[in-house]
Nanobody, 116 residues
Framework: QVQLVESGGGLVQAGGSLRLSCAASGRTLSSYRMGWFRQAPGKEREIVTAITWSTGNTDYADSVKGRFTISRDNAKNTVYLQMNSLKPEDTAVYYC?????????WGQGTQVTVSS
C-alpha cells in the first residue's frame, strides 16, 4: 500500500505561482510512475503531468507545457508540481497518484483556485 498526501493548494491571482507537494509513505517509489491529475467542476479528471521515479522521465499535457514542472525528491519520498504563470482555467482539484502500470493509489486532492 502507498499513502499519498497532497499539500500546497490555495488561491492565487492569474500569473502567479504555486507549488504542490505529494508526500508518499508505505513503500519506496523506485518502481512507480507518479502523476498529477486535476478535475475542474463539471469536467472529467485529466492528467496534467507524470514522472517515472527511477528514470526521471516526464510527460506534460499540452495545456501546461512550459508552465508546470514535475520533480521528485528521493530522500523525502515526495513529488512536487511547480505551477507558474497560472491561468483561471487551471482552477481545479489537483490529485497525486502512483502506480506501476495503472494508477492504483490516489491522494485526497488539494484545491487550486486562480482568480482573474
Amino acid at each position: 500500500q502507498v499513502q499519498l498526501v497532497e499539500s500546497g493548494g490555495g488561491l492565487v491571482q492569474a500569473g502567479g505561482s504555486l507549488r504542490l507537494s505529494c508526500a508518499a509513505s508505505g513503500r519506496t517509489l523506485s518502481s512507480y510512475r507518479m502523476g498529477w491529475f486535476r478535475q475542474a467542476p463539471g469536467k472529467e479528471r485529466e492528467i496534467v503531468t507524470a514522472i517515472t521515479w527511477s528514470t526521471g522521465n516526464t510527460d506534460y499535457a499540452d495545456s501546461v507545457k512550459g508552465r508546470f514542472t514535475i520533480s521528485r525528491d528521493n530522500a523525502k519520498n515526495t513529488v512536487y508540481l511547480q505551477m507558474n504563470s497560472l491561468k483561471p482555467e487551471d482552477t481545479a482539484v489537483y490529485y497525486c497518484a502512483a502506480g506501476k502500470y495503472v494508477y492504483d493509489y490516489w491522494g485526497q486532492g488539494t484545491q487550486v483556485t486562480v482568480s482573474s
